[in-house]
């Protein structure tokens, strides 16, 4: 039951609805004080009113029992709401952070109450709260701009300071004369009749509601263009309203600048100084030598010679790839002694050989090297064919590493080779950590003495297996 | 008690077995809806009005100048730098965001412990909230940096295809912070209704009878409304007061749930309430003795109402006075020497000076209020309360500043100075505050006329309970 008061005919029974006349919406009565209005309220109750109302600019105090004003259902909707809002924040938090973006955060579980917890709370009170304020509003019946009682000049002091009753005129016993006399016994201290506009004036106005549709369509541009964006493609860059971080004023690498002496923008490695981690000083398991500071300067001025005659000239001098070949061995002095033969490379390895470096091993041999070398070692992966396929005049075939030679190698030479490449094989060391590298030096040696083993190598026990292994 | 008795606008003695009025004078519902309409709806403001929105308004320029410089330029023109990356912005941030608490105080839990003479200040108090919640709020979104995609804070989708982190209580914060403003925005909202009614029907010009006829939705103040107006004022306090203990209570978050010393302690949630409420009541009392006199509204907030302010405020203080030292007593108990350091640090290091500036605002200060003689004089209240609220954001700064400034590494220790742009920023801040509320003192009714009415004697003389 709200307190709308909705226009009844005036004659509606003698006469046919004539909507150009006002219709009577309502008769009120006025009252000096909140005690009279009291009074007044339980004799209108009294003599068995039904659709009437009292109007005050403060609520009075036990108007409800006056009037029989039930408890209003408005809690229940603040508990529902509220209950909701718990229940969407914690299943948005799951959903969210639990299941469809899970991340780590200082070992914090995915989803757990504690954390939840404030968001739950803060959303069942906005949830409870928007509720009770939009239930308040629809249970009272407002917004409600058009009033039949507002065409009342003294109901004007409703809200200020003056009370009133009002009795509809859609209560079934209302009869203008019977609701008049009913005031003027109570004591009002003026009587006054509402009128609602007839229906004509009713309308609503023209020019809002054009101006609304105008706002609407207005409205749609946006999302449409979005919506047209987002489904098709386009060469072009996309468009870059904020430019974010995108232009800083650094220097990029290999720069020049004005700010050195030297005219570089990177810049070299203070002398004398070792970056964190870099330090490197165990020898065996960095370098693949036996420790002796002589050794270090031989090795360093190794790899600042050229080792290879320039190939790449050679490339677009005229000829085909064979010739390139030939021409290499022919400019190739007669081969110096190695000086990569007479350093002290470790004999063995520096770190702990066991099977889980062993699988190791093998799993990085077969990403990183056996592309080329091949899954055995034979020198015959799959680039290598690839490439002797389509007579590549550049491609050097790897050595396989069974030939005695290789087999010969101690594994300091080996960690050399991965770590600084050797001929066309350029260096690792920027793929694969050092542990990885002596995990692969360890598989190759497995590689090597599994070629030439023979059944009294292998443990008795596993001999059986061997029986049932496919023949080829 | 003869000299006192004779200024009929003094209601501050204990008359046992009487209860002093609310309303002072021969004030009717007539002459206060005149007292409190007169002062929106008379043609033009006093000159002192426009003198005061043109000073707080110009500030208000300079912080939207401000944050246009930051925004175009970067955070970087603040003074926030390694290792004290919170600074002022987060300082004013929990400031403003204290002040506010007062009003929710006021209009919700003093509203359920049925305090009547709440009614002729809360208005004013909820208006505070709003206002310092705006200010409070424009600090740390600026403080992203790019706010253009501060929505990233929301759980709405992005370009990312990534949530937010509901793990962080900066986002609970953020959870918090908005929640607050939305609820206390329509609180204070649904309050104004029936007095914005009394505006529209007191109006006299067409677009005063248009702007507040859609403001009240068509109110009538009908007895069937009235009931459930008030269920759901009864509601809403009853979720207001959980809801602003919360919300300092996640401010604190912020700092406790971190492994900094200083800020890595349990008392955070209490103390921070305690300080919101006391800093809050403050402001409101700064604000309100000039107001009660600039509009003559002496009779409707009376020193009675100053008073019982002034007692919270005392009461709060103490509370914040014993916080800090059981900061320090936690510290020395704890035995960890991170904590013990920052706590001495704190009293003693480089920022000794904010320190003691906040010991003696907040703890020394409000107690002058043991005299009668404090708690009754509007002018003294105005001083030991504009102390208090320099104290309160003393120390805000002195927990954010000093503990970033000097943690666990000694060779990243710092010394954090403010550029022009975080004081240009914070004064600016006080003028988008007075502006608002300035604009709130010329169109809005400052005291819930509805309620002053509803708590005034005549209006209870036949009843029967």
Not at chain 1, 147 to 159: Q, V, W, Y
Not at chain 1, 209 to 224: D, K, R
Not at chain 1, 427 to 434: E, K, M, N, P, Q
Not at chain 2, 75 to 88: C, D, I, L, S
Request: charged share 15%; hydrophobic share 45%; net charge positive.
């Amino acid at each position: 039951m709200t307190a709308t008061i909705a226009p009844k005919e005036k004659h509606h029974a003698s006469h046919p609805v004539v909507d150009e006349s006002p219709l009577l919406a309502a008769v009120i009565a006025e009252f000096p004080s909140a005690g009279a209005v009291l009074t007044a309220a339980k004799t209108i109750r009294q003599a068995g009113w039904t659709d009437w109302d009292v109007h005050s600019p403060f609520p009075i105090h036990g108007i409800d029992d006056v009037m029989g004003i039930r408890p209003t259902r408005l809690p229940w909707i603040t508990l529902g709401a509220g209950a909701m809002g718990i229940t969407v924040a914690l299943l948005m938090q799951w959903w969210m952070n639990g299941v469809d973006y899970p991340f780590w955060i200082s070992g914090k579980p995915f989803f757990g109450l504690p954390a939840a917890a404030p968001v739950a709370f803060e959303l069942m009170i906005l949830f409870a709260a928007l509720s009770t304020i939009a239930g308040m509003l629809l249970l009272n019946g407002l917004p409600r701009f058009s009033n039949p009682l507002f065409s009342s000049e003294g109901f004007r002091r409703a809200t200020s300071d003056r009370f009133f009753i009002c009795i509809s005129a859609r209560d079934p016993m209302f009869d203008r004369e019977v609701a008049l006399k009913a005031f003027s016994d109570c004591h009002a201290t003026a009587i006054d009749e509402c009128w609602a506009p007839p229906a004509s004036e009713r309308k609503f106005p023209k020019a809002l509601s054009l101006a609304l549709m105008v706002l609407f369509t207005l409205a749609l541009i946006p999302p449409v263009l979005i919506a047209q964006k987002r489904s098709t493609t386009t060469t072009e860059p996309r468009l870059h309203a904020i430019s974010d971080m995108d232009f800083q004023p650094k220097f990029k690498p290999q720069r020049t600048s004005t700010l050195f002496a030297d005219g570089r923008a990177m810049r070299p490695q203070v002398s004398g100084t070792v970056a964190r981690g870099d330090l490197r000083a165990d020898s065996r398991l960095f370098k693949g030598l036996e420790p002796g500071p002589k050794v270090h300067r031989t090795l360093a001025l190794l790899q600042t010679a050229p080792a290879t005659p320039p190939v790449a000239r050679l490339v677009s001098a005229e000829g085909g790839p064979r010739d390139v070949a030939e021409r290499l061995v022919a400019l190739a002095d007669p081969p110096p002694a190695d000086p990569l033969d007479s350093q002290p490379w470790v004999t063995s390895f520096p770190v702990p050989v066991t099977s889980k470096t062993m699988k190791r091993g093998q799993e990085r041999y077969n990403i990183y090297c056996a592309t080329c070398h091949g899954l055995a070692g034979d020198g015959d992966g799959l680039v290598t064919r690839r490439a002797l396929e389509l007579e590549q005049g550049t491609w050097i075939k790897p050595t396989t590493f069974h030939s005695d030679n290789l087999r010969a190698q101690p594994v300091g030479r080996l960690f050399h080779s991965i770590t600084n490449g050797v001929r066309k094989m350029p260096s690792y060391a920027d793929l694969v950590s050092v542990e990885d590298r002596w995990a692969i030096i360890l598989y190759v040696k497995a590689l090597q003495q599994a070629r030439h083993a023979d059944a009294k190598d292998i443990p008795s026990d596993l001999i059986p297996q061997l029986r049932d292994l496919p023949k080829e | 008690m003869s000299t006192v008795t004779a200024d009929f606008l003094n209601n501050t003695q204990e008359q046992p077995g009487v209860r002093s009025p609310l309303v002072l004078g021969r004030h009717d519902n007539t002459t206060v809806t005149e007292r409190i309409c007169q002062i929106a709806e008379s043609p033009k403001p006093p000159r002192a009005w426009y003198i005061a929105i043109s000073i707080s308004s110009s500030f208000t320029l300079m912080l939207f100048g401000l944050i246009g410089y930051l925004v175009t330029t970067g955070v970087g023109v603040w003074g926030n730098n390694a290792p004290v990356f919170w600074a002022w912005d987060i300082v004013n941030f929990v400031f403003w965001v204290g002040i506010g608490h007062a009003g929710t105080l006021i209009s919700a839990i003093l509203f359920l412990f049925r305090q009547h003479w709440r009614t002729s200040i809360n208005r004013f108090a909820e208006a505070m909230t709003i206002f310092a919640v705006v200010c409070a709020g424009i600090f740390p979104s600026v403080h992203v940096g790019r706010v253009w995609v501060i929505y990233w804070l929301l759980p709405v989708p992005n370009q990312n295809a990534i949530w937010p982190n509901f793990r962080s209580p900066l986002l609970w914060d953020v959870f918090a912070v908005s929640t607050y403003a939305t609820v206390s925005l329509l609180f204070w909202y649904m309050g104004m209704i029936p007095d914005i009614a009394t505006f529209r029907d007191r109006a006299t010009s067409r677009w005063r009878q248009v702007v507040y006829g859609v403001l009240s939705l068509g109110w009538t103040g009908s007895a069937r409304q009235w009931h459930r107006y008030e269920k759901a004022y009864l509601l809403l306090a009853a979720l207001a007061t959980p809801l602003v203990l919360s919300v300092h209570t996640v401010v604190s978050f912020d700092f406790a749930v971190s492994q900094v010393p200083g800020w890595h302690t349990t008392i955070f949630p209490p103390y921070f309430v305690a300080g919101a409420v006391f800093s809050g009541f403050a402001m409101v009392v700064t604000l309100m003795v000039p107001a009660r006199a600039f509009f003559g509204l002496k009779e409707l907030v009376t020193l009675r109402h100053l008073e019982n302010m002034n007692k919270i405020i005392l009461v709060t203080g103490s509370m914040v006075g014993y916080a800090y030292a059981m900061e320090f007593f936690t510290a020395w108990y704890s035995g960890n020497r991170y904590e013990q350091f920052a706590f001495i640090n704190r009293a003693f290091g480089p920022y000794a000076w904010a320190y003691w500036t906040m010991v003696t605002c907040n703890v020394i200060s409000p107690q002058l209020f043991w005299f009668k003689k404090v708690r009754t004089t509007p002018w003294m209240m105005v001083i030991v309360c504009i102390f208090v609220n320099i104290g309160m954001w003393f120390e805000r700064f002195v927990i954010t500043v000093t503990s970033l400034s000097r943690d666990f590494l000694p060779s990243s220790w710092g010394y954090y100075k403010p550029t022009f742009v975080d004081i240009g920023m914070f004064v600016g801040s006080f003028g988008l505050f007075f502006t608002l509320f300035l604009l709130f003192c010329r169109f809005l009714p400052i005291v819930a006329m509805a309620e002053v009415k509803s708590v005034m004697p005549a209006n209870h003389a036949n009843e029967d309970h």
